[in-house]
């Protein structure tokens, strides 16, 4: 009797524990949900360039150099791959949130004459500093997420850097909220990028735990996750709605902001349901142990059948798990899988980001003074974009899936033709342009963090995918560099150059796009390239 006492006890206090365990998997979620909201510090960009670009008064060519910098930061992401394999991972968010702090913090200062004697290399250097320190906060995030939802990983990491997309979006509307329309935006926007990731990381530090859930079945995990897919779609819809000018004319930005900030808690639901279920389960074991006093060998089998169901789900999930090699950096770099990898993302969503980061430009020499606007929209199609891929795998559980390289092949096919609509000169062609390449960008951007995990392993997956975006600032620096020169030579040439040494009209960007367009068709290429030698494995899974 009393063997199976404590048996029954046991089993309750195992099932107690897992619960909770259970809840704060989702609660780690939501905070690398707040956390991604606001770690894409370097989207919101082109909303200040042009007005760092008179601040400074540097030229072109110098502005591209810092769009560059803050992406060259990525060529050392791999120390934070390292750190958190060292490091706990409270201490690495806390790392590269005070990075922030003192990348963009500094130039904060020197703007409101707070430093001076600050030279251009100076502010190079600290931007490099400050893009630096998304890696560090990404690492975080996608260690956690992928070792919390191990057999999800697809979808629980699509869903958590699809609000990086969003991250231009909220500071352009913080900026609109608390910051009048006299004051300058590049003041607005570098002090709210070195404060609020290190305010937002203190807060949710406590809360990014590593942990498994041993009783968590599928239905469980399929219902997590409905939920919030439910509030993320309605939280992009939101945004996009909030673009559109009649809905803008009529909500002020601090309502706009309020309805952005009260969608962010709403996955806050998903916790605090499982907490609540699992103190009513709690309640009625607990009742149930009073009323009963004798058990019966057959309750003991049942316990035992419910354990051995338990050790069988977690070797199930472990199989979900497929990759095709666990392997370091150094065997990585050998194969022919990386480069066809490394060098479609670098045709493909690099790109699309050099594009990104150079939308003020692009809009002001079309003659388009909604460049905040642009950016608002940019954010909200690439947090669909990024969206799109975890979207795909909920709801094709159990079903054979479109390969990662295949679904590449599919995306870069439609931002090459975007490009080629940029040659129109017409308003419509560059909001639809804009969305388009948002779209494509933010999904490739999503879609990559799986196919280093599958293609490349787990174990090493921190350091691997820090290598993988180092062609970001290699991009970045040979693309968006190209089109700066070819900005200045088509305005002496054409005569568009204006007092304030920018270039005017469509002549400034227009052979960049071809360029970019034919680019894009070459990495398309690769992408079905790496799909024919990747299918056997894919078709396997």
Known sequence: MSSSSFSSSSSTSSSSLSSSSTALQWLSLVGIIWLQSINGTNTNFPAYSSQLKELLSISQIQLNNLAFASDAGKLFGWFSGL??????LWLVLIIGSTLGLIGYGVQYLFLTNHISNLSYWHVFLLTFLAGNSICWI??????????????????AVGITTSYQGLSAKVYTNVVD??????????????????????A???IVAPI??????????????????????VITIATGIYAVVSILEFVSSKISSLGVLIGILVSLFLPLLVPISFKINQLVKSWHENREKLRVYHYTLEENYITNTNNDEVKESDEEEEKEVCVREEIGVTLMVKRIDFWLYFFVYFFGATIGLVFLNNLGQIAESRGSSNTSSLVSLSSSFGFFGRLMPSLMDYFHRGRSRISRPACMVALMSPM????????????ISLYISTALIGVCTGAI????????????????????????????????????????????????????????????????????????????LFGTFLALILYVRTRKFYSQR
């Open 83 to 88: 750190a958190s394999l060292y490091l706990p």
């Open 138 to 155: 990404n690492t975080v995030c996608y260690v956690v997420t992928i070792r919390n939802f191990l057999s999800h990983s697809q979808v």
């Open 177 to 198: 909220a608390f910051f009048s329309p006299q004051q300058n935006k590049a003041r607005a926007f570098l002090l709210l990028n070195s404060v609020l990731p290190l």
């Open 200 to 202: 937002i990381g203190l």
């Open 208 to 229: 990014l735990r590593q942990t498994k859930a041993t009783s968590n079945s599928s239905s469980d995990y399929y219902l997590g996750f409905g939920v919030i897919f």
């Open 416 to 427: 090459s033709c975007a490009f080629f609509l940029l040659q129109n000169s017409t308003e």
């Open 445 to 520: 951007t999503s879609i990559a963090v799986s196919t280093t995990t599958e293609l490349f392993g787990t174990k090493n997956f921190s350091v691997n995918h820090n290598v993988v975006v180092a062609n970001i600032p290699m991009g970045s620096f040979i693309f968006g560099y190209s089109a700066a020169i070819i900005y200045r030579k088509e305005g002496y040439n054409s005569n568009n150059i204006n007092h304030h040494g920018k270039c005017m009209g469509m002549d400034c960007y227009a052979n960049t796009f071809k360029i970019w367009s034919c680019f894009c």
